[in-house]
């Protein structure tokens, strides 16, 4: 099967564009209800599939990052993973450790997004459309099934119109605090450039505008503008969904490794952990410890000392006494002594 | 004009105003990513701070499997990037002299980035203003020169040979104490 292919990204393209496009013609009944409006987004899209892929592989390729997704894929199924996901990619729990205000920008920049595309992808697809059989009443077909009836003029029909809407106003609002704080915070500061930091702020704030100009071009103006508007909104989209996998906002589609790494942690921590070659307590796993010496010696960097153990066996205390002992001479991490305060509140 | 942290073990005196001042750093959170250790402890009182010495080959960044870590152009080995960090805390297994802490809460490595929004100024990172001993120094490539040859070129710095006390090449640079040298020290 490999050799059908001239790479791992020709593959991984082919299956999944093939994939995509047999979802297609299921779910819009075949071929019947494309919305040709949303074509563009459709080309966008598998653009947009090509640059991730690219970027996702190359980035895969390196020696720590091949690691954890070969070892953290095959502990998928571990108990603890729903819960693990649920913190990390859905309630961004650690994000709350950092703070109420980066939580609340982060809520609302991040599920503003993926509430937008959950709403896109399935209209430009066909996977989602109303149709309306009797007056008054829309039918949802998701994916080929009429879903349920609504009232059109109803609340349900109401957050579903005005989805987009609702979620541009999260979308804005986030950008905003992210922007405050971008121009407040002196770390942000001293390490912010305009392409990595801001640009994609100033993307996901273009697209917001644009959209919700959609509506008040409707209901205000009666349409006008509408026509140039949604290909200003479309072009916008598809310029940030093609730059996705290259700048900041690639930590979205990368997220989930760090489910994958926590698994990685907790299982084998489970299984054995390093005993200190100095002090004898366990401080990672024996599989980390292992897996990262041997990432570094693929970086050609060897930490073996001549007493006989890698610094990667050493905990991280023993690691820094050691140190001690090679700049002044006296053997600090045998004296079996508990360091020194190092919290600077005392 | 590139600077340097130069650190003169000798004149340390423990009185951890380094690690108080860390704190203080925009973004540091009000805690402090620096150490300082007694070196003997049970006989005497001599003490070394110890900090990120922002290697020019990290093997931190290299064994990073996010790319979480950057290194800025003056040289600076950057903390996390907390949009990227995946919490996996191979950097603290990866690093040879222990420094990387990580935050269990926030699912975050933190550590030295060499108070990136002073020393990018040119300003002193916040250990090496406050140091009352001039155990933390921020020099400039001449001074550090001068400093070089004092020292009798290379004998007693952190080079390769006679003595190794560092795992490569650091852009922090270091003076080791006196009693290697066999001589009294004088700052």
């Known amino acids: 099967m490999d050799r059908a292919f001239a790479s791992k990204f020709a593959k991984m393209m082919f299956l999944t564009i093939s994939g995509l496009f047999i979802l297609m013609f299921i779910g819009s009944r075949f071929f019947t209800h494309i919305d040709m409006a949303l074509y563009g987004y459709m080309v966008g899209t598998f653009v947009f599939i090509a640059g991730f892929f690219y970027r996702f592989i190359a980035w895969a390729e390196r020696p720590p990052a091949k690691l954890i997704l070969t070892k953290g894929l095959k502990l998928l199924l571990r108990r603890s993973t729903p819960q693990t996901t649920a913190e990390h990619l859905v309630t961004y729990q650690f994000i709350w450790h950092r703070g109420w205000y980066r939580w609340t920008q982060h809520v609302l920049l991040g599920w503003g997004c993926i509430l937008s595309a959950l709403v896109t992808f399935p209209l430009v697809f066909g996977w989602m459309y109303f149709t309306m059989d009797e007056n008054g009443y829309y039918t949802v077909v998701g994916f080929g099934l009429d879903l349920m009836k609504i009232q059109a003029d109803g609340i349900l029909a109401f957050l579903f119109f005005n989805a987009l809407n609702i979620t541009a106003f999260m979308v804005i609002g986030g950008v905003c605090m992210a922007l405050y704080r971008r121009l407040k ?19 996901l704030l273009f697209i917001s505008l644009t959209g919700l100009l959609l509506t008040f071009n409707n209901i205000f103006l009666h349409g006008f503008g509408h026509p140039v508007v949604t290909v200003i909104h479309q072009w916008s989209v598809i310029i940030t969904l093609i730059y996705l996998p290259f700048g900041k906002l690639a930590h979205i589609p990368f997220r989930p490794m760090s489910v994958l790494a926590r698994n990685y942690r907790e299982h084998y921590g489970e299984q054995a952990m390093k005993a200190c070659k100095v002090c004898g307590t366990g401080f990672v796993s024996e599989e980390q410890s292992k897996d990262v010496i041997a990432v570094l010696k693929q970086n050609d960097i060897e930490f073996q000392m001549k007493e006989g153990f890698h610094l990667a066996e050493l905990c991280l205390p023993c690691r820094r006494k050691y140190r001690m002992s090679r700049f002044a001479g006296v053997a600090t991490h045998q004296v079996k002594v508990k360091e020194a305060n190092q919290n600077a509140k005392g | 004009m590139k600077q340097y942290l130069y650190i003169e073990m000798d004149n340390c005196i423990g009185c ?40 020019v080959n990290p093997a ?39 420094i990387p802490k990580f935050d269990e809460a926030q699912n975050l490595m933190y550590k030295c980035d060499l108070c990136y929004d002073r020393t990018k100024e040119g300003i002193p990172p916040m250990c090496a203003s406050v140091c009352p001993t001039n155990t933390l120094q921020w020099v400039t490539e001449d001074e550090l020169s001068m400093k070089k040859e004092q020292h009798r070129l290379g004998k007693w710095m952190s080079s390769r040979e006679p003595f190794d006390p560092l795992e490569g090449e650091t852009n922090v640079k270091i003076s080791l104490p006196g009693i290697l040298q066999g001589k009294q020290k004088l700052f």
């Open chain 1, 185 to 203: 915070d002196m770390q942000a500061r001293a390490e912010q450039s305009f392409v990595y930091d801001f640009l994609p702020l100033y993307l």
């Open chain 2, 60 to 98: 931190c960044a290299r064994s990073c499997p996010a790319q979480a870590i950057q290194i800025t152009a003056e040289g600076a080995v950057l903390s996390a990037l907390v949009e990227k960090c995946i919490g996996c805390q191979n950097c603290t297994i990866a690093c040879p002299y222990g």
């Open chain 2, 16 to 55: 951890r105003s380094c690690l108080a001042a860390c704190t203080q750093c925009g973004g540091h959170d009000q805690r402090n990513r620096n150490y300082v250790y007694d070196v003997n402890p049970l006989v005497d009182r001599q003490t070394i701070p110890l900090m990120c010495l922002h290697c």
